[in-house]
């Protein structure tokens, strides 16, 4: 296991320095594609919407940043085996491996964009709290969530090529329906594009956390046995097609 984790660690690493080699600001392009969104949009969709501008902007730059991580993980999960197929052919290494750097990969960039976002908010003067440590408690269930949705989307996209394109595009629309951009109001919570979004959970857990806000103490509890319930089922889906894998390449 502790094997598998490394090798992800050095295919994630190695990922990265891949596409940024000899860029100026290499992974920072990131963070600056988000910086810019918000400092372009920030002000237009508040005036939009009605909302101060100073609650606002940490709204939308914290729900672009997890956002950004989940679609990020998502999205390029499709390709995760069909990019490494010989490793897979050769059965060298674990296929989990490949979903394991996607995560751990996307998860650099989201740090990185976390303290690019969070510094330049506080430095604007913008009034928020520091992070709590129960913001790194609450993370872990999410990673294993969107774990399994790596798994689950490199398997389909596998299996049955055109998935990957019809992914891509519920991604897109999944954006508009999540409140990333737009908040919530008590009418709103009720309706099944909301309560049933488990995006919505995804993105709006930690982003309360860092706005500092409060969370049921139902969320603390449920939150890890899902995510751990996630974690399992993606190793056990893994090694109940792992021998097909070889077969769908």
Known sequence: MLANLVTAYHFAVFEIHGRFKRS??????????????????????????????????????????????????ISESTAAYQSNHTYIKDMVIHPAVFNVAVVIKHSFIWLQNIVVVYGLLMVIGFGFTLPSIWFFVYFGPVVMVVLFGSVASALISLRYRDFANIINLLLQILFFLTPIMWKTRPDILGLSVVKYNPVFYLVSLPRNLLLGENISIWVTVLSWPVGLCCLWASFWIIEKYRRELVFWL
Not at 31 to 36: D, E, R
Not at 39 to 46: C, I
């Open 24 to 73: 100026v600001l290499g992974i920072l392009w990131y963070a600056l594609s988000t910086l810019v969104i918000v400092l372009g949009l920030g002000p237009l969709y508040a005036s939009i919407f009605g909302h101060p501008l100073d609650e606002y902007f940490g709204y939308l730059a914290f729900g672009l940043v997890f956002w950004n991580f989940f679609q990020g993980v």
